[in-house]
């Protein structure tokens, strides 16, 4: 039995995987074409020994290859670093953001479903062309 530790980023990084069936190779893809650098290597590294320096751009590449917001990775470095992160006033979109049991797409669908839902109930006022009925200023 190994006595290594796992860290956190390890945890985000393989839940994401395995809820997406994604690989390494997939992780790096998506943030090339995010405009990121990231390497297979990278996500393997970060894996075995996580993110020994705080590097936001290497954190925000990691998150565009997983596909979570940048903060997701953050929080899971800091707390590999033991520095606690509170979480508190969480919104909706936050909770389905940091919700890893369901794959990517889905968390996007939902995410897009919260909108138009918020979009329905809170519809944008129409602005009235023309000149008033009263012949007043618009």
């Known amino acids: 039995m190994s006595d290594v530790k796992r860290t956190a980023l390890a945890d985000l990084i393989d839940a994401t ?18 405009g990121q650098r990231l390497t297979k290597s990278d996500v393997s590294n970060y894996r075995r020994t996580g993110m020994p320096t705080l590097v936001p751009a290497k954190m925000a590449a990691l998150a565009s290859g997983l596909r979570v917001p940048t903060y997701v990775v953050a929080v899971a470095v800091l707390s590999d670093h033991d520095i606690d992160v509170p979480l508190d006033d969480t919104t909706p979109e936050q909770a389905i953001e940091r919700d890893f049991s369901l794959p990517a797409a889905d968390r996007d669908n939902v995410l897009l479903l919260l909108q138009a839902a918020r979009d329905r109930a809170n519809p944008r006022p129409q602005r009235r062309r023309g000149k008033p009925r009263d012949g007043g200023q618009l």
């Open 17 to 34: 995987e395995e809820r997406n069936g994604w690989q390494d190779t997939d992780v790096a893809r998506q943030a090339v074409e995010r």
